[in-house]
């Protein structure tokens, strides 16, 4: 390269002379392959570095990080040191377990993503040592001129050398929906990223014309690269579901340490070993902690990822699944998201009045209606008829639809599963408007030839075409011999401006001032409900030289939008049904925001307020008041990358849950910063979806709402087994602590105790894990994003279940120890109360049903799982009881038909209990004692 320099980071500004001077390179010749491989050397291959992947190994110690999970490690080391060796390797097998199926589970996502980015590879054509070539777009190197056509992506960022007919769709990087056309002209240095006319940019793709580019950057010096690199300095934050759960493992550490001091004392009142009272209390601290507690969390996790996939949404990881349920806000950008990303005309207006198109995206089938709203704010009596073109009156409509199918670069083929476009969206909406009239532009074509072709000019913002005779039997507009027609479209103002004369049903006829002004003001009209507008203008002319644009005849205006996905609105509506709030958030104008957005739902009213991009740009000085606006606020039009940012922050700083959907580069920030960032797979470019934590493979909105249910349901499903779980440990401290106080000996052993906890208690809880919601799960509000695991509400139900088992448990061996009659003798003693405390925390897993549900069908009692869990658990305790080895290691013994009827007698009354404490609470509330117990024992 040489010194001579101008700019090199503002490429824009320069020269074709100077940015060819500059990478020291020919248009004719491109580079050498020497050169080529002393660049690469120099800048590396053109890709985006990858997200910096957590390595296996990180992903698997992380599985042991949890509060919990560190307690129970603890609890394991402590039984070892004093040779508890059974205790110890029974809770370290429980820790693997649950590391393995958290790890296997979040390296299964994380390659199903992985899968998804492998289709953003692309080949590019560039000129090399005089010769053009087809290469991976990774081996492109800066100075490198890259050839580009319609349909093609952009490889780089390019400077354009030579245009033509140039237009480029830039919604990934600016969110603006409409293709932007190029020249090769310096522009200021100030110019922002979506108006440099000049550059294209990574990951965009050209819509019409062909380009001759050099490249002036290329992997991580792109400005995609610019923002994916922001992404990977992002730091990550625990989700609100970690939080919880370490919340509650910090609420357990008062308990064992309440628990070491009872039974140390009591112990040492009783002149007991002192070292025998550490090994107990070690013992019964293991107890104490919920070791089934992180497995069940984990698996129920899983199973809602594997659901979610099942439904095309991928989660990155397992704690992101309960976040989705706690979500009250969705930011949501419009193209693509909620419309369809294909433009369809809607609407014409001409002389004679409105003219309505049914029909969206490529759908080729729909009518025309008439209808001027224009005129008295209703629809003219011919409303609700097809309008028939052949007829003279509908010429004017005709001819409209003509010039838009001749002044065209666009293409439409048809497939097997219907038709495809090529070109400007714009343009091959005019196209598919003209197939609904029957108007083919080949046939049209053949009997219109193109003469020659005027490209669109961004300084007059109109294109023209030249057509020579045709037959009068195709075409409406039909000049003698020597002369040409001309097809002229546009922006409204200038075509409107350039015109002197209009078409109406009767003829032509001059266009006064006061005409030119109206038809300026419709198409404001138009654009304000949302409607992209060209206008559209014929000529006459005797010479393909002559001027296309002086004294044009205006025929008329025609209206496109971008149309909302057919399955948004009823998925907005139940979003809203749900409690959340869908904030659209978009880089397009306001009249446009506000038509997509009440057509979907989002709003209701037309006096809708759309807040502005630039309001946000100076977050730290906003008032309360503008605050509260913004948080109020459902549209926000014309936004950049670092509003989005600002707004979400908002709504956190307020404290809900935000999800942020989104598929180009410009969301990507936002879906990092957002508690859950939703991309789209299909259009969803490779930067949005490494910064997500879930990714839609169908990129259907729906998917969404589908989530949200899922979250919903597991988090509901894991406050289900905590209680549960918490509860069983509970009691079987209580037991113990009863028995102490009373003088009995030990109704249970350290190692029945564990037995229950890892055996035993998972398979019920993991089974309440499985249940499935409510048919009102999405008509209630959203979970408060502060609210515990286990509410106020639930510790007094903990504490109750605790003590109805354990009062059956030590009553029960009593019963059959003899201590007030006749007994069993003591191993059979501990056999009953072991049985009975494992049957009562079975059969309370009945006590888990929602309150508004019944006693007898519940989503618990329906659940096929707990019958299953239930069913494995008494073979597994039958087991436990009369095979050999087993019953050896856990000290168990027979106890007959006797035992057994005190086992089923006495399990049965915490049932009892818990059903009758349930329909008290249905009936009268939550008792005002247990609150107050909660706040002297934890406020």
Request: charged share 25%.
């Amino acid at each position: 390269m040489t010194d001579a320099q101008t700019d090199e980071d503002h490429p824009w500004t320069q020269s074709v002379d100077d940015i060819l001077t500059y990478h020291d390179v020919s248009t004719d010749d491109g580079l050498s392959g020497g050169e080529v491989e002393h660049r690469r050397d120099q800048y590396g291959r053109n890709e985006l570095r990858k997200t910096d992947r957590k390595p296996w190994w990180k992903i698997l110690v992380e599985q042991f990080t949890g509060f919990i999970i560190i307690l129970l490690g603890i609890a394991a080391i402590g039984a070892l040191a004093i040779g508890e060796t059974i205790e110890g390797i029974s809770v370290v097998a429980v820790l693997v377990i649950n590391g393995l199926v958290g790890f296997v589970t979040e390296m299964r996502a994380r390659n199903s993503m992985e899968s998804l980015q492998e289709m953003t590879q692309i080949e590019t054509r560039v000129r090399r040592d005089g010769e053009d070539q087809e290469i991976p777009a990774e081996e492109l190197v800066p100075g490198d001129v890259v050839i580009l056509e319609a349909g093609d992506i952009v490889p780089a960022d390019l400077r354009v050398i030579e245009p033509s007919r140039l237009q480029a769709d830039e919604s990934a990087l600016t969110g603006e929906s409409v293709p932007v056309g190029k020249t090769s002209e310096p522009l200021d240095a100030d110019v922002p990223l979506a108006e440099r006319s000049n550059m294209l940019y990574k990951g965009t793709y050209v819509t019409r014309g062909s380009v001759e580019a050099v490249v002036v950057s290329t992997g991580m010096d792109t400005e995609l690269g610019k923002i994916s690199q922001s992404l990977q300095e992002a730091a990550e934050e625990k989700t609100p579901l970690q939080e919880k759960l370490d919340s509650l493992g910090h609420k357990l550490v008062p308990f064992l340490l309440v628990v070491a001091t009872i039974v140390l004392i009591a112990g040492w009142i009783r002149g007991q070993d002192l070292l025998l009272m550490v090994e107990e209390a070690i013992a019964l601290a293991i107890a104490t902690v919920p070791e089934g507690l992180p497995i069940v969390a984990t698996l129920v996790l899983a199973r809602g990822m594997w659901r979610m996939a099942e439904r095309n949404a991928l989660i990155s990881d397992l704690a992101s699944v309960e976040t989705l349920g706690s979500t009250n806000i969705i930011a949501t950008d419009k193209t693509g998201t909620l419309t369809e990303n294909e433009m369809t005309v809607s609407r014409f207006e001409l002389a004679s009045g409105s003219v309505e198109v049914t029909g969206t995206g490529l759908d080729t089938e729909g009518s025309f209606r008439r209808g001027d709203p224009d005129v008295d704010g209703t629809d003219s009596p011919e409303s609700d008829a097809t309008l028939q073109l052949d007829e003279p009156q509908n010429h004017p409509l005709r001819e409209a639809l003509e010039v838009g199918v001749l002044c065209n670069n666009a293409s439409v083929t048809g497939t097997d599963e219907g038709v495809e476009t090529t070109g400007d969206p714009m343009e091959a909406a005019l196209l598919i408007a003209g197939l609904k009239a029957g108007i083919d532009r080949e046939s049209l074509l053949d009997s219109l030839p193109e003469a020659r072709e005027v490209s669109f000019d961004p300084s007059v913002k109109m294109m023209a075409t030249y057509h020579a005779k045709g037959d009068p039997s195709v075409a409406t507009y039909h000049e003698e011999d020597g002369h040409y027609r001309v097809a002229v479209k546009g922006a409204p103002e200038s075509v409107v401006e350039s015109a002197t004369r209009k078409v109406t049903d009767e003829g032509v006829a001059d266009l006064s001032p006061e005409e030119t002004d109206e038809w300026i003001a419709k198409a404001d009209r138009m654009a304000a409900d949302g409607l992209r507008v060209l206008a559209l203008a014929r000529k006459t002319v005797t010479d393909t030289e002559d001027d296309p644009y002086g004294d044009l005849e205006l025929i008329g205006l025609v209206g496109m939008i971008d149309p909302p996905r057919e399955e948004i609105k009823s998925t907005i509506q139940g979003c809203k049904d749900a409690g959340m709030r869908v904030v659209m958030v978009t880089g397009d104008h306001a009249g446009t925001a506000k038509n997509i957005a009440r057509s979907v739902g989002i709003v209701d009213s037309d006096d809708a307020e759309v807040v502005e991009g630039s309001e946000l740009d100076d977050p730290e000085s906003l008032s309360d008041a503008e605050k509260e606006r913004f948080e109020d606020a459902s549209i926000f039009a014309r936004v950049n990358p670092e509003n989005k940012l600002d707004l979400i922050d908002l709504h956190q700083r307020a404290g809900s849950i935000v999800a942020m959907t989104g598929d180009g580069v410009n969301d990507s920030p936002a879906l990092q910063k957002a508690d859950i960032g939703v991309a789209m797979g299909k259009r969803g470019t490779q930067v949005a979806q490494e910064a997500a934590d879930m990714i839609l493979s169908d990129d259907n909105f729906e998917s969404i709402y589908h989530a949200v249910r899922e979250g919903r349901i597991i988090f509901g499903n894991i406050r289900k087994f905590v209680l549960y779980l918490m509860s069983c440990n509970l009691s079987e401290l209580t037991t113990i602590l009863l028995a102490t106080l009373l003088a009995f000996p030990l109704p249970l052993l350290p190692l029945q105790i564990l037995f229950l906890n890892v055996v035993t208690d998972i398979f019920p809880a993991f089974a309440l894990g499985a249940c499935e919601g409510g048919e009102d799960i999405m008509q209630r509000p959203p979970r408060d994003p502060d609210e515990p695991i286990m509410t106020r509400t639930n510790w007094t139900e903990l504490g109750l279940y605790g003590l109805f088992i354990s009062v059956s448990v030590v009553g029960a061996f009593a019963i059959a120890g003899g201590i007030y009659a006749g007994g069993l003798g003591s191993e059979a003693a501990v056999t009953v109360s072991f049985l009975t405390l494992a049957f009562a925390q079975l059969w309370h897993v009945f006590n888990m049903r929602e309150l508004t549900s019944g006693i007898l069908r519940n989503e618990v009692t329906e659940n096929r799982y707990v019958w299953g869990a239930l069913a494995l658990s008494t073979l597994i305790l039958i087991g436990a009881t009369y095979l050999p080895g087993i019953s050896l290691a856990l000290s168990t013994a027979p106890i007959g038909l006797e035992g057994w009827a005190v086992v089923l007698g006495m399990s049965l009354l915490p049932l009892l209990g818990g059903q009758i404490e349930r329909e008290l609470r249905r009936h009268f509330g939550t008792p005002k004692l247990g609150t107050k117990l909660h706040a002297l024992i934890f406020d």
